[in-house]
Every structure is written in structure tokens, then in C-alpha cells.
């Protein structure tokens, strides 16, 4: 059996403030910090061999992933920071109130942004600067703004082009990453509808484990599918 871990980084600032984050770079919260230690203490009780992490380049992600590592004394692992599991980008929205949002939209507008699969949130006028762990990315696939369609479709190529051939060879996976990056996955994983992915949540700091057995056929889950 291997195991593939997927963990949403404990609560931000951002997400104590009720803001959305996206793209914008935000610290973890005490609170953020103890969810992740609890991560660990439930890591360890599942007995899970973890020989590779993976991250986004967003540093609340990155810090999570260094607790869990520092707790489970995994700091030998390799780590991969990859900008392709950073959190959906917001556009236009990121760095405002929801409530504030839907005040100006409207609720329902509000919430098809932020639930429908296709749904892209007001646009940015410009893409954030190809700087820092951007600069060599390409200029076409830096985002105005997403849906989770187009995190769907940045996400699972990556996921089927790294992180698989290691689950193939046996080997536990843990990837610490965001809300909507690994609500994409959850869909692909599990073959969840376009409709009914909406309903699903990734609370902070809860680890997801899918396990695979021969033929690398999906056994069993900690989370039930809608």
C-alpha cells in the first residue's frame, strides 16, 4: 500500500481576517501554528512513511510544511516548492473582505465566484510581477485571475508528472498546499462532478490520506466523496 497525504496549511492572517488570499503572500496565524502541530500528532498516529514533500511557493504553505517536517523529524526529505500548487488566484478580489464583497456584488455573485467550478472572480488589469519565485516562469501562464477549472488544469498535470511516478514507486506522499489546490485534486482523485465539487470543504490543517493498492487502484479514504 502507498499513501498519498494532502494537507491545507493551517489558518493565515488572511484567513482570520476573512480575506481572500489567493496569490498574496501571508504568514500563519498561533492559531495556524498550533493546527499544524495537531497535523503532525494525527500524521504520526496514521503511521504514514513519508519520503517526499511537496509545497507551493506561498510562504504559509512552506511553513506548515517545515513544522510537519520538524515535528515528524523529516527534515532530511527532500522538499519541492513548486508555484503550480499555489492557492487559486483571487484577481481582483485577493487582500478584500468577503463580507465586504458581498455587500458590493451581492451574495450570489459572491458565491459563484467562489464555488463554481468555471466562475473567474473580476480580473486583475495586470499579472503580478515575474519576480521572486515567478521570474522563470512563462509570461503566458501567469494568471489575470482563476477559476478552480484553471487551477484544475495547472494542478493535475503536475500532480500526474511528478508526484505520481513516486506514489508508482512505492513511496508516501505528502503534499501541503491550499484550500482550492487541493479541492482540484480531491475532484481528480475522487472523479467528483463539475456540480458537486462545489460542496466540498478542505478544513485547515486536516490531513486527507488516499490509499492505493495493487495496480495502483484507490482502496481506501479518510474522506467520503459527496
Known amino acids: 500500500m502507498v499513501k498519498l497525504i494532502l494537507v491545507r496549511h493551517g489558518e493565515s492572517i488572511a484567513n482570520a481576517e476573512n480575506r481572500y488570499t489567493g496569490w498574496n503572500d501571508v ?3 498561533q492559531k495556524g501554528i498550533a493546527q499544524t502541530h495537531q497535523t503532525s500528532e494525527k500524521l ?3 503511521h504514514v512513511d513519508i519520503k517526499h514533500v511537496w509545497t507551493s511557493v506561498l510562504k504559509r504553505a512552506i511553513s506548515s510544511a517545515y513544522i510537519i517536517q520538524d515535528d515528524l523529524n523529516l527534515n532530511y526529505l527532500p522538499i519541492t516548492k513548486a508555484w503550480q500548487l499555489n ?9 478584500q473582505n468577503k463580507d465586504a464583497t458581498r ?6 455573485q ?3 465566484w467562489r464555488r463554481s467550478f468555471y466562475a473567474y472572480p473580476p480580473r486583475l488589469s495586470e499579472p503580478d510581477p515575474r519576480s521572486g519565485p515567478y521570474r522563470f516562469v ?3 501562464a501567469m494568471p489575470y485571475s482563476e477559476s478552480l477549472a484553471a487551477v484544475y488544469q495547472r494542478i493535475i498535470p ?9 506514489l508508482l514507486d512505492g513511496k508516501d506522499q505528502l503534499v501541503v498546499a491550499h484550500g482550492s489546490t487541493i479541492r482540484a485534486m480531491i475532484k481528480y482523485l475522487e472523479d467528483i462532478s463539475d456540480e458537486d465539487i462545489d460542496g466540498v470543504e478542505v478544513a485547515n490543517g486536516e490531513p486527507l490520506i488516499y490509499q492505493y493498492g495493487q495496480g495502483f487502484k484507490l482502496v481506501k479514504t479518510n474522506r467520503v466523496s459527496k
Open 87 to 95: 492557492e487559486r488566484h483571487y484577481g481582483a478580489l485577493r487582500g
Open 138 to 140: 512563462d509570461p503566458r
Open 27 to 29: 504568514s500563519l496565524t
Open 110 to 112: 459572491v458565491q459563484i
Open 44 to 46: 504520526s498516529a496514521a
Open 103 to 108: 455587500r458590493e456584488f451581492g451574495a450570489e
Open 158 to 166: 503536475y500532480y500526474v508528472d511528478h508526484i505520481v511516478p513516486e
